[in-house]
């Protein structure tokens, strides 16, 4: 299994950036997948998740209406799209799988997490 997510950087508050994640080594058509971050000193959390076809999307109340979720499975793709980021976002995000169960979302990620990439937003 292999998660390669790119696209962070550093931005203002107010700010948007474009993550990507490559996903390789899995069927990831078959697979729901997920956006989680994690800051300093905080537990990982998943954020934004998208059913294996695309059709239903799952946000975390922290970031609803900021960020979007989406994907391509003829490229193993999913991306994150956050607009009017705030400090509070300021994280290292990784993408990973995600279970559906009775319509609702919940982590089930592989072993394996990347590096991630990092998303830093100053006020």
């Known amino acids: 299994v292999q998660l390669q997510a790119y696209g962070g950087g550093l931005v203002q508050a107010g700010g948007s950036l474009r993550l990507s994640c490559a996903a390789s080594?899995?069927?990831?058509?078959?697979?729901?997948m997920g956006w989680y971050r994690q800051a300093p000193g905080k537990q990982r959390e998943l954020v934004a998740a998208?059913?294996?076809?695309?059709?239903?999307?799952y946000y975390a109340d922290s970031v609803k209406g900021r960020f979007t979720i989406s994907r391509d499975n003829a490229k193993n793709t999913v991306y994150l799209l956050m607009n009017s980021l705030k400090p509070e976002d300021t994280a290292v995000y990784y993408c990973?799988?995600?279970?559906?169960?009775?319509?609702?979302?919940?982590?089930?990620?592989?072993?394996?997490w990347g590096q991630g990439t990092q998303v830093t937003v100053s006020s």
């Open positions: 990973n799988r995600v279970v559906v169960v009775a319509g609702n979302m919940f982590p089930r990620p592989y072993d394996y």
């Open positions: 080594g899995i069927r990831f058509s078959i697979n729901a």
């Open positions: 998208i059913t294996s076809g695309g059709g239903t999307n």
